[in-house]
C-alpha cells in the first residue's frame, strides 16, 4: 500500500520569485562543496602523512590508499556535476547516454546500492539527461543500507526504483520535487532544480514510498486531456 502520494511541480509564480538564479546558484555551489569535502579532506590527509619523513611504511602504504581513493571519488562527483549541473556539451545541446551511464556509475561505486541501468543509449536532449541524473543520486539516498537502483523507460518518459532493506523517502526531498523553495537545504537544491526543468517542458514527477520501494517517475510530455 502507498505511504506517499504522487507530487508534481508546483505551477505557483510565488515559488518562483521566491528563489533567483542567484540564490539558486549559491545553494547548488554549496551542495557540490559537501559532497566533495570528504574525498578532498581525505587526499590532503594523505598527503599530511606522506609529507612527514618518520612515518612508517605501513601507514604511508594506508595514506597512499586513503589519497587514491579521495581522488577517485573526487573526480566522480566532478564528472557528474558536470553533467547534471553544469553547461557541458553547451546550452540546448544533446548528452550521450553512454556518458552518462558511466557518470553514475563511477558515482555509484562511491555508495552502497548497486545501479541497474535498463535505458536506451545514444543522444538525448541535455535538460531530460540531468533530471535523469539528478533522480538517480537522490534514489542512492533512498537505500542508505544497499539494495539496488533501477532505471528504465525511454529517456522522456522513466522511472527509477529503489529497492532494499531499508527505505528512506526524505519529507524535504519530497518538498523540492514539489517546486517549493522554501526553506531549501543546498542538499535538496539539485531536487528543485529538476522540478523546474520538467515543469518548464510541460511534464510532471512523481515520488512514491511503499513498503517495496521507492520510485520516481518523470515525464517530459504533459498527458494528453
Known amino acids: 500500500m502507498s505511504e506517499s502520494p504522487e507530487i508534481k511541480p508546483a505551477h505557483d509564480p510565488a515559488h ?3 528563489l533567483g538564479a542567484v540564490a539558486l546558484s ?9 559532497d566533495l569535502i570528504n574525498p578532498v579532506g581525505a587526499i590532503g590527509s594523505g598527503l599530511e602523512v606522506l609529507d612527514d619523513p618518520g612515518m612508517e611504511d605501513t601507514m604511508r602504504d ?3 590508499d586513503l589519497i587514491r581513493s579521495g581522488a577517485k571519488k573526487a573526480l566522480a562527483l566532478l564528472s557528474y556535476a558536470r553533467l547534471a549541473y553544469g ?3 553547451g546550452f540546448g545541446a544533446q548528452i550521450s547516454l553512454d556518458d552518462a551511464e558511466k557518470a553514475l556509475a563511477a558515482v555509484y561505486d562511491t555508495v552502497k546500492p548497486e545501479l541497474e541501468w535498463v535505458i536506451g543509449a545514444g ?3 541535455k535538460e531530460n539527461v540531468k533530471v535523469l541524473m539528478i533522480l538517480a543520486y537522490a534514489a542512492a539516498d533512498c537505500v542508505p543500507r544497499g539494495g539496488t537502483v533501477r532505471i528504465t523507460g525511454d529517456i522522456s518518459d522513466f522511472t527509477i526504483r529503489a529497492a532494499g ?3 528512506l523517502l526524505q519529507e524535504d526531498l519530497v ?4 517546486g517549493d523553495p522554501e526553506g531549501l537545504a543546498p542538499k535538496f537544491t539539485p531536487a528543485l532544480l529538476a522540478a523546474e526543468i520538467v515543469s518548464g517542458a510541460g511534464g510532471s514527477i512523481s515520488v512514491e514510498k511503499t513498503e517495496e520501494a521507492v520510485t520516481f517517475k518523470a515525464a517530459f510530455s504533459a498527458p494528453a486531456g
Open 62 to 64: 594506508a595514506a597512499l
Open 16 to 18: 518562483e520569485e521566491d
Open 175 to 178: 518538498k523540492a520535487l514539489r
Open 165 to 167: 532493506n531499508k527505505l
Open 123 to 125: 543522444l538525448a536532449p
Open 26 to 34: 549559491a545553494l547548488l555551489s554549496s551542495r557540490v562543496c559537501h
Open 87 to 89: 553547461a557541458a556539451g
